[in-house]
């Protein structure tokens, strides 16, 4: 947060309908599993409520609802950013709940830093590039930014994979887990029906021409167009890339909270970059790759999260989304 106080105090009165519209444009545009878009919002007074939906949930691919919460994860960071925008501090409490998550107070008046404006004004560019990038590697000053900016919530871990043998390594469970899900039937059913096409007018799931069929983005999200990769290959794909995992010391609620938290935190760095990202939890649906994954990190915790960033060859279609009414548990002003 900014620790430049304006002095003037916070006031009662509830958000404006058009305060209450910019909330709700920016939590509309955070990332999802299939961009299902779980969340919801209510507002009374100055504070704002994020709820977590199920109605859309796709069980064979988030059977725990992991991947759901970790959206809501990366909306609240959009939400408090859009707080911040509007010139308020935002004060998070955190809820036990997995249907009421979080609040967000707007306690006074507090104007946003240059950080925070950035990767607000991010929001709007921000996409998911599943296809491969340029080959010029990630600078290693973007590399120490984008890092930086993930780890900006203390309990969340972000390591980059980095050598020979870690890549080859993370090859290897890509791959596996790449041939475990391409075979699983009832997985591809699944998925098939959260892929639209570009004409289709569905506020959600994801669009087919985004998808590429070969390349690690397309093993993050593996469907039964996308071929399957020689391991070696692959490595040398993951070592071409900048590739950054998350990871907490638990794994509960909040710990996936954080690290949706995290991961937009570093994905608008990375869009105010200029470079591109794609996130990868399909493989860590199967507990042997993230066993696999946190054992070659030589500590105990758990991970969450992989992504992959770069330099957009092109750029990608925009997934839909619900229109701002559909957002609201409760009548806003």
């Not at 105090?9 to 305060?19: C, K, L, V």
């Not at 994979?161 to 090859?171: F, K, M, R, S």
């Not at 699944?190 to 669009?207: F, Y």
């Not at 990190?297 to 060859?313: I, K, N, Y």
Request: hydrophobic content about 40%.
């Amino acid at each position: 947060m900014n620790d430049v106080e304006h002095l003037a105090p916070g006031d009662d009165r509830p958000w404006s309908p058009e305060e209450a519209a910019s909330i709700a444009r920016a939590v509309n545009r955070a990332p999802s599993v299939h961009n299902t878009q779980p969340w919801s919002l209510s507002m009374h007074d100055r504070v704002v409520d994020l709820h977590q939906r199920d109605d859309t949930a796709p069980s064979q691919h988030d059977p725990e609802g992991r991947d759901r919460t970790i959206s809501c994860g990366a909306a609240l960071t959009n939400l408090v950013l859009a707080v911040r925008k509007l010139g308020w501090r935002a004060d998070i409490a955190f809820r036990d709940d997995p249907e009421h998550l979080a609040s967000v107070a707007a306690s006074r008046r507090l104007e946003p830093g240059p950080a925070e404006i950035q990767r607000y004004e991010a929001i709007a560019d921000r996409a998911s590039h599943r296809r491969p990038f340029e080959p010029r590697p990630v600078s290693g000053p973007d590399e120490r930014a984008l890092r930086s900016a993930a780890e900006e919530l203390p309990p969340v871990r972000a390591r980059w994979i980095t050598g020979d043998a870690e890549a080859l390594h993370l090859a290897r469970l890509l791959t596996y887990a790449a041939r475990v899900q391409h075979a699983d039937q009832t997985y591809q059913r699944e998925l098939a029906s959260w892929i639209v096409q570009q004409a289709d007018s569905k506020p959600s799931g994801v669009p087919a021409e985004a998808l590429g069929e070969q390349g690690l983005g397309a093993v993050g999200l593996v469907s039964d167009a996308t071929r399957a990769p020689d391991e070696a290959w692959l490595a040398a794909r993951v070592e071409s890339e900048s590739v950054l995992l998350l990871s907490t010391p638990e794994d509960g609620l909040r710990a996936h909270l954080d690290a949706g938290a995290a991961l937009e935190n570093a994905w608008l760095e990375a869009t105010h970059r200029g470079l591109g990202a794609s996130v990868m939890t399909q493989c860590l649906q199967l507990g042997e790759i993230r066993r696999g994954l946190a054992r070659r990190g030589g500590g105990p915790d758990s991970v969450q999260v992989l992504m992959r960033f770069g330099h957009p060859v092109a750029p990608v279609p925009r997934s839909a989304r619900r229109p701002l009414e559909e957002i609201f548990d409760d009548d806003p002003r």
